[in-house]
């Protein structure tokens, strides 16, 4: 059932990445007027970079992984007034794995990581003084659970962009680089890739003619973030991983005016 879902969902994938591929990134965003739509936030809410959850301001785990101190700068940054945690999170998953020092073929319930999450969520609502929203279950969250259908990571040094807006739009991770750190965004492009290409996400699916696409999205005229200063990032990451890996991803890029 797993391996049918996969590859239906990657089926409707494919055409969007073809799409992306045949025009770029810029005129594909362009010619859609709801584009605009996704980088306004109806509310000022924290979510996980998992490309399943209902939008907010974007890092994995709703920041499990981050550090106490980077923790509190990205809530001052984004002036988050909440936090959701959710079910099947992957960073919950590796900071439980961390925390207990286990090894990654150790299996652990469901139910395990889930009351983790809660808790590390609840904790950091109560460190960075803001409301602890709720657990999001299977049923609030956009994707199978046990399955991430993400064809694209989204490489963001805007303050806000929540692609399930356009429905045109791929499916995918979103890294809040203008809010984290340098060093932490690229290691969480990098989760993002690993999980994109792995057993928990399209799994093989990818090729060079039909690649898992990176988005870098910044302002046109940004000075701190301009688009060669983000290119050379995600490249970085690029260049860090496998051939097998580095040959299915294509980096595209949208400018905002």
């Known amino acids: 059932m797993e391996n049918f879902l996969r590859d239906e969902y990657f089926s409707k994938a494919k055409i969007t990445i073809k799409k992306i591929l045949e025009k770029g990134a810029q005129r594909y965003f362009e010619e859609s007027f709801k584009t605009k739509k996704c980088f306004y936030p109806e509310k000022r809410v924290i979510n996980c970079m998992d490309e399943g959850t209902p939008g907010g301001f974007r890092v994995a785990g709703s920041m499990i992984l981050l550090a106490d101190q980077e923790a509190a700068s990205f809530v001052q940054q984004s002036a988050a007034q909440g936090l959701f945690s959710h079910t099947d999170c992957g960073a919950a998953a590796l900071a439980f794995r961390k925390k207990y020092n286990l090894k990654s073929d150790e299996q652990i319930a ?13 904790r950091l609502a109560r460190l960075t003084e803001i409301a602890y929203l709720g657990h999001l279950d299977k049923d609030n969250l956009k994707r199978p659970l046990g399955l991430h259908i993400a064809s694209a990571a989204y490489y963001l040094a805007l303050p806000y962009f929540d692609p399930s807006k356009n429905p045109i739009l791929p499916p995918g991770f979103v890294i809040s680089r203008k809010f984290l750190p340098k060093d932490y965004a690229q290691f969480e492009l990098q989760l993002a890739i690993n999980i994109a290409l792995g057993e928990h996400g399209f799994d093989g699916l990818f090729s060079q003619n039909e690649p898992f696409l990176l988005i870098i999205i910044t302002e046109r005229d940004s000075q701190e973030f301009t688009e060669e200063k983000l290119k050379e990032e995600v490249i970085e990451v690029i260049n860090s991983l496998s051939p097998e890996f580095s040959s299915l991803i294509k980096v595209e890029s949208f400018l905002l005016d």
Do not use: N, R
């Open 110 to 122: 469901l139910k395990e990581i889930d009351k983790f999450a809660q808790s590390e969520a609840k």
